[in-house]
């Protein structure tokens, strides 16, 4: 008689089912119309109790017991509906409902696009094919460039294979017989990759779809059949294992979704972005540059942009003074034993710039603020009432991006951070969590953004070995974290493993205009660089005592963040960030002193105002300044001149408001500005 396992399912009911029962099978006992809709299966290995179970009795003694608790810990894991169970296990059957199927369904599709790129051009040497938040990529080496002809090819190639149905069938190779095999093909990232993930006596995962074969861990969804829509969308260049001198490989990005409805709301999500694109917009509006003679990932801001950046910088300085942050301003070079100090020189070197050689010592371009205000705090020593200590500074940093990875304001080189560190005590930390957490919300709410989502990253205490620290501290951060976000009643999501080696931390993810997120409001916990500098206060018990130091940045830089708000807005900025907020246009000559009059106006009240007094035509100037994104523009002729009025026309709105009474209108635009309004 065959072995029986316990399957525990969602609902909580357990089924005793023969070792070796598939997901699959599992599936069509509950409801065919489950076994039909089915993609992949994840399971969670139970632990075994007594002799049933697994039909294997568990160790005695703390052994048995020791390994039970391993085997409850172990992480869910994704597979095919066809892999057979061989012990207890949590089962979930995914549908096109869970979010995990939409991972599997689009590395289904990578290999779809693989397996029509090897029939269409059969000398194609394979990389890998992952899923990604958005889609999906695969790595091609082939001598001749893909164009966007074959683009079209492998498309209709991958439609044709769908409408075959073909099964991702998975079989095991000895290791060995499957290096043989992907050598004889000169497929050299695939032999690559066995060897760097395979141990000599393993058996190698292979899937086969068609004619295509592939090294593949999985899992996958049952058939082609079930791939919907999909479109291919650009091809980058990419270098084999990331290393400029290796060959650079083809990468061909695509997308998939369960329903054409999903895919066309996607494509349509993509063409806006495009129309959004602030590089596109930085040069339109003349906000911003890089130069190629100064260097790749290096901003010149314009005048225009300069004076947005004024507007950001004083609104984020006065709001670190009401908030009881002290200014700082701190150099832009340091020793190179400060980075030892910090530990940056040891974790961070790849990323920092060549060090300086000087005729006292070596010197690096600072990559980081913080050990900045670490000295500043270590200065003089602190007492308990002086705490808490923040420091804030608009400081600029330099970091080593390669040039794969640049791309406009959002990845560069040079780039400011609104950095501050807070060094508290233990009983303070909470409060100055919340009030970071509360300094956050303020910039969304300041600029204009409604949504957000929160995330927790939080260390892994089964692996100490990527973080720093004790056990108490960690507990302590995590707690001080948590409760902050509860007591603000703010939804999160927690990330375990995914916090920084020196401390947990809270990512606020702002979204834009057209559903996107963007990771920059970072609050983070760290006990590691308060230990590095030896850094103390003398307690109320008169002994000496280790702060706490909390990172907050909530622009992320000043970079990012402008790039973003060019997105948002596709350059429609709100009244108060607009470089200019109203255009005063004179219909003729007769009427350029009135126009002058209004401009001085609208000066004395604050408001970037530009007259125009160009000898071109009126609606040429309406053009001009539309494609400027001017919030307002006011034209001027004899009857407002002689009423004192100003005729308003408002930006994206067709027909002109009318006329209005100057000093109203001064009001008005007053009142946005004053208000930090994000509409007109």
Request: aromatic share 10%; glycine share 8%.
């Amino acid at each position: 008689m065959a072995e029986t396992i316990h399957v525990k399912l969602p609902d909580g009911s357990v089924k005793d089912v023969a070792r070796g029962t598939s997901a699959l099978d599992i599936a069509k006992s509950i409801s065919p119309r489950l076994a039909d809709a089915a993609l992949a299966a994840q399971i969670r290995p139970l632990p075994s109790h007594g002799s049933g179970g697994n039909g294997h009795q568990p160790s005695s003694g703390s052994e048995g017991a020791a390994a039970a608790a391993q085997q409850a810990t172990d992480s869910a894991q994704l597979v095919d509906l066809t892999r057979p169970l061989e012990q207890d296990a949590e089962l979930r059957i995914l549908t096109e409902r869970d979010p995990e199927a939409l991972w599997v369904y689009r590395h289904s599709s990578a290999h779809l696009m693989a397996a029509a790129v090897l029939e269409l051009f059969p000398e194609t040497k394979l990389g890998h094919g992952p899923a990604t938040e958005s889609g999906f990529f695969y790595d091609f080496y082939r001598q001749q460039p893909f164009s966007p002809e074959d683009l079209e090819a492998i498309e209709k190639k991958m439609q044709e294979l769908v409408k075959q149905d073909l099964p991702y069938a998975r079989e095991f190779l000895p290791r060995q017989e499957g290096l043989e095999r992907f050598q004889s093909e000169g497929d050299f990232m695939k032999c690559h990759f066995i060897e760097q993930f395979t141990a000599p006596d393993e058996k190698i995962s292979i899937y086969k779809t068609g004619k295509f074969t592939d090294f593949c861990r999985g899992p996958h969804i049952p058939s082609t059949g079930r791939i919907k829509a999909f479109k291919l969308l650009n091809i980058a260049g990419a270098y084999w294992l990331g290393n400029e001198s290796n060959p650079q490989l083809q990468r061909i990005y695509g997308t998939s979704f369960f329903s054409k409805k999903e895919l066309d709301e996607y494509l349509h999500k993509m063409e806006e972005a495009k129309k959004r694109d602030h590089r596109v917009l930085g040069r339109q509006l003349d906000l911003f540059s890089i130069q190629d003679l100064a260097g790749p990932g290096l901003i010149f801001w314009h005048p225009k942009g300069g004076l947005m950046r004024k507007e950001m910088e004083d609104w984020m300085r006065d709001e670190y003074l009401k908030r009881g942050y002290s200014l700082v301003f701190t150099p832009h070079v340091a020793r190179v034993d400060l980075w030892k100090t910090s530990g940056h020189e040891g974790y961070y070197a790849q990323n920092m710039f060549t060090p300086m050689e000087l005729d006292d010592a070596d010197y690096r371009m600072k990559p980081m603020n913080c050990p900045f205000h670490i000295l500043i705090y270590q200065d003089s020593l602190k007492s308990y009432r002086d705490l808490p200590v923040r420091l804030g500074e608009l400081g600029t940093v330099y970091r080593y991006e390669r040039s794969g990875v640049m791309h406009g304001l959002l990845r560069v080189r040079g780039f400011t951070q609104d950095d501050a560190h807070i060094f508290c005590t233990p009983e303070q930390i909470e409060d100055e969590v919340v009030g970071c957490i509360d300094f956050a919300l303020a910039v969304l709410r300041t600029y204009g953004f409604e949504k957000f989502h929160v995330e927790l990253s939080t260390w892994d205490p089964n692996d100490r070995t990527p973080y720093a620290g004790r056990d108490d501290q960690w507990e302590l951060a995590q707690r001080s974290l948590e409760q902050a976000l509860k007591r603000r009643n703010i939804e999160y999501k927690l990330i375990p493993g995914e916090a920084a080696f020196y401390g947990p931390k809270i990512d606020i993810k702002l979204v834009d205009a057209i559903g996107r997120l963007w990771q920059l409001s970072t609050v983070q916990f760290d006990f590691t660089l308060p230990e590095r500098f030896g850094l103390e206060y003398v307690g109320e018990d008169g002994k000496r005592h280790q702060p706490l130091m909390v990172h907050r940045a909530l622009y992320g830089s000043v970079e990012r963040f402008f790039g973003v708000l060019i997105e948002h807005y596709a350059g429609a900025f709100p009244v108060w960030l607009s470089p200019v907020q109203v255009v005063v246009i004179p219909i003729g000559e007769k009427h350029h002193a009135y126009a002058n009059e209004v401009g001085e106006k609208l000066k004395a009240a604050g408001v970037r105002v530009h007259v125009d007094v160009r000898n071109e035509k009126m609606n040429a100037k309406i053009r001009e300044h539309a494609m400027q994104k001017v919030p307002f523009q006011l034209v001027l002729g004899d009857r407002e001149m002689e009423a004192g009025e100003v005729n308003v026309r408002v930006r994206g709105q067709e027909k002109g408001e009318g006329s209005v009474k100057a000093e109203a209108f001064v009001e008005r635009v007053k009142g946005l500005i004053e208000s930090k309004a994000a509409t007109l």
